[in-house]
């Protein structure tokens, strides 16, 4: 089946650090990417959808430049959180969907940051 | 918020026994899906069921929808320990388009 790989799944960093994310689709091509914030014990709110080539939309209340993505081709995004501070804590997860197809989105496996 | 409501938030059963979530949402569909999510991990695609469908089963798993009521329900029969994780529902996606997740439900299935 199709695989979305996020990498890394932990990060633990000081404040003030800005901290990259990648999302990688290895089997398929990625034409949509989707950004993901979850609280402990909540549900996904999406953060963010991408397109390849052009600029993300993001959602009512997400900062754009706080919340840098870049989706250059069509198997990687990149989240980057930029001067990170311990409220940006967080567990962030990827998906990505072939938008020709009626296919369901594939999930990365997230990643843990942790800002000190 | 587009949110769907899901119920229980939390539900503890003993393995064998059959666990069912429930899932509302807002808004008309075209489909709805339910994903697995086991701790600090990703999501899986469990099931979709389409708005013209009212049942539809995969393994263990049967799922209805019910369009006039916005409600949907899973259920995991004859459940296993492996079971244990949070179910969300979601409505929307395919074709690029983004997801709206369920609060979730958390399942804990004891031995």
């Known amino acids: 089946g199709a695989v979305v790989s996020q990498h890394p799944s932990r990060v633990i960093c000081k404040s003030g650090t800005s901290v990259k994310i990648e999302c990688r689709s290895l089997d398929f091509q990625a034409t949509t990417m989707f950004w993901y914030r979850q609280f402990p014990k909540q549900s996904l709110m999406l953060m963010a959808t991408s397109n390849e080539g052009s600029k993300a939309t993001y959602e009512q209340g997400v900062e754009k430049d706080k919340f840098l993505i870049n989706h250059a081709s069509l198997t990687l995004s990149t989240l980057t959180v930029t001067s990170a501070h311990p409220e940006d804590s967080s567990f962030y997860i990827c998906?990505?969907?072939?938008?020709?197809?009626?296919?369901?989105?594939?999930f990365g496996d997230g990643t843990r940051l942790s800002i000190l | 918020s587009q949110q769907g409501e899901e119920d229980p938030q939390a539900l503890s059963i003993q393995e064998g026994e059959n666990a069912t979530m429930n899932c509302s949402y807002k808004?008309?569909?075209?489909?709805l899906q339910w994903y697995r999510q086991n701790s600090g991990r990703g999501l899986v695609h469990l099931i979709l069921?389409?708005?013209?469908?009212r049942e539809k089963h995969s393994g263990r798993l049967r799922v209805t929808l019910d369009t006039s009521k916005k409600s949907s329900s899973l259920l995991i029969t004859a459940s296993r320990a492996a079971d244990t994780a949070s179910y969300f529902c979601?409505?929307?996606?395919?074709?690029?388009?983004?997801?709206?997740f369920g609060t979730g439900t958390q399942l804990k299935v004891e031995l």
């Open positions: 069921i389409r708005s013209n469908e």
């Open positions: 808004t008309s569909i075209n489909n």
């Open positions: 979601a409505t929307g996606g395919g074709g690029g388009n983004k997801l709206t």
């Open positions: 998906s990505a969907s072939d938008s020709s197809s009626n296919q369901p989105q594939h």
